[in-house]
Each structure stands twice: as C-alpha cells, then as structure tokens.
C-alpha cells in the first residue's frame, strides 16, 4: 500500500507537509515512483460526507433531523447502497448518521437536497475535481485528490473561509529582487453558522463515531473534527481533520488505483489502524506544546427548515412530526 498527507496551515493556506509516496524517483525496483500521491485524484468514501453535510445544514437540514438509516436501501433498481457491515441503525438524527457514517442515510441527505447542491458546495470549498451526477457521489465515488480534501476541509476549519492552497509564497531572482510574492486572497464561501453546526458534528465522528481511536495518538489539548473514509473493497482509506491550527488529509491505499484491498498486519486494512494513526502521529508532533485554540463561531445562528418538511426516499414522513418519541437500538461500528 502507498500513503499521501497534506497538511494546511488553516490562517493562511500555506501547505506546511505534503508527502506523495515513500520516496521520489526513476526506480521502481526500490519501491520509487514519479507519481505524486498527494495531488493524485482517488475515490474518498465517507469523507466526502463532509461536504454532504455542510451542503444539507446550508439548504436548511437542522442537525436534528432524523432519518431511517436501515441496513440496505434500495434506490434505484441497480443500486442498493448499504450500512458497512450492513448495519441498521434505525431511525437517527442526521448528526447521529454523520458520527455512525451511514451510507443509506446520507444517500437520502443528498437525494432530498439534490446531488448538483452537493457539487456546487464541493466547488465553494475548493475542490476542483468533477462531482459526478449521480447519487453515489453523495458516498464518496467521485475521485479527488488529498490536497483539494485538505483545501476543502481547511474551508471548514477556517468558520467558511476559503484560501487558494500555497506551495511558494515568494520568488526572487539571483539579485534579491521579488519576482512573484504571494497575496493573502481569503473569501468567505459558506455562511460561520453553518460551518460552527458542520464543525460540532464533525467533531462527534471523534468523540462518539468512525474514529473514536484517534484520541490514542493525537494527544494534544486541542479540539478536532474530521471524517474517515473508506470505499467499495478497502481499496482507499481517509481521514481528513483539522485543529483551529492545522487541516491534515490522509490517504492510504493503492498507488496503481487497481481495486486491490488494503491489508495490514495480516488483516484487511482499516481506517483506524492506518490513516488514523497517520494522521493522530502527524499531528501529534506538528501541534506539540502549541496552545489551545478554539474554532471560529458565528455572530448568528443557522436557520433550519421544519424537520418533517424533508421527503426522504426511505424515511416515512411520521419520524418527523413532533411527538415522535421511540429511541432505536444503535450499535457501534467500526468505520
């Protein structure tokens, strides 16, 4: 398996580490490639619910909404995205189905608010790699490259404000004259109310969901938010997170982009035992005895549309009318 992480520092877009492979050159015998892994486009799995979930929270989805998130959904008669490991959560708040990663729920997320939302928030965020039009990139089926995901959750971190990715930020010639010298050019592209609500329940996938384990090797007094991401066959592992410091994206998988799974120590590879630890490790080191931050918040609150105003494709409508009270089992899962 290869491995790429970018790292963003969030105050001024300057990509502080980036590492495309384990080495650069012309011998492949030795395990070198010429390929940049971290400006590589690949399949990002549920980290793109993400930008998914910023999409909603803009149309109007309040956090509380609650969505039938069963094991497998039938959305079309040739496509049955299900739970992984074919979970059935039961009926949970879309705040619940970020944390928990539920595929079948954030398929109906995407269906309710419309897939070109979802590509047009992508856009905003910074990622310029196409979103298909098509429902299964609500799952992350769309190839994008770990810098643009570290650009897009760096947006994030940011309260909505986006910055162009920095590589160089000055150029003189031999005589110390500037030739190029580069501007600050932030923009704010989503409302903070909105990226406060995304951020709190990013920072549940931590506290409460797909990467509970990440607090074994980030041990910073910071906060952090962040998804993982994992598609089809194992074959390309995520977790894109960011501090109030710094956005870091992990990708681990194939560099031939083969469908091949991931394994590791002698198991199929997982987003806690490889980007996780990557990225805990990381970022572990970069924000060592650097003070506590807090996330940007807003001067105003988001404004939701009434819950039972959605028309999901597998939710009965009545989970939504007031006096809806049954709790359902949840069960943990590992991604």
């Known amino acids: 398996a290869s491995a790429a992480l970018v790292s963003i520092d969030n105050s001024n877009g300057h990509i502080v580490a980036m590492v495309g492979g384990q080495n650069y050159g012309n011998d492949t015998e030795a395990g070198q490639s010429v ?5 590589t486009p690949r399949q990002t799995g549920s980290s793109f619910k993400a930008i998914v979930l910023t999409a909603a929270l803009e149309a109007g989805m309040s956090p509380s909404t609650r969505i039938n998130c069963q094991a497998t959904l039938q959305v079309t008669p040739t496509w049955a995205p299900s739970n992984i490991n074919r979970v059935n959560y039961g009926v949970i708040t879309l705040q619940r189905a970020t944390a928990v990663s539920s595929n079948t729920g954030y398929v109906q997320v995407a269906e309710a608010i ?10 905003r965020l910074g990622i310029e790699s196409t979103i298909e039009p098509v429902l299964s990139s609500a799952l992350g089926t769309s190839e994008i490259s770990p810098l643009e995901m570290a650009e897009a959750f760096s947006t994030l971190a940011n309260g909505g404000v986006h910055r162009n990715p920095v590589a160089i930020t000055k150029i003189e010639d031999r005589n110390g004259n500037v030739v190029y010298e580069h501007e600050d050019d932030p923009e704010q592209v989503v409302d903070s109310a909105v990226v406060e609500e995304a951020t709190k329940i990013l920072e549940t996938v931590i506290t409460e969901g797909s990467a509970t384990n990440l607090r074994s090797y980030f041990r910073q007094n910071q906060p952090v938010a962040g998804k993982t991401g994992t598609t089809d066959n194992y ?4 977790f894109c997170g960011y501090t109030p410091q710094l956005t870091t994206a992990v990708w681990v998988g194939c560099r031939d982009n083969s469908n091949q799974r991931v394994y590791y120590g002698g198991s199929t590879g997982m987003t806690a035992t490889l980007p996780i630890p990557i990225w805990g490790t990381y970022m572990n080191s970069a924000l060592d005895s650097v003070a ?5 918040t807003s001067d105003h609150e988001a404004q939701y549309k009434p819950n039972d105003s959605w028309d999901f494709i597998g939710t009965s409508t009545s989970v939504n009318t007031q006096g809806w009270t049954s709790q359902p089992v949840e069960q943990e899962t590992p991604e």
């Open 35 to 39: 390929i940049n892994m971290a400006t």
């Open 114 to 123: 419309g897939i070109d939302t979802v590509a047009d928030m992508a856009s």
């Open 235 to 238: 074959n390309n592992l995520w």
């Open 292 to 296: 506590r931050a807090e996330f940007p």
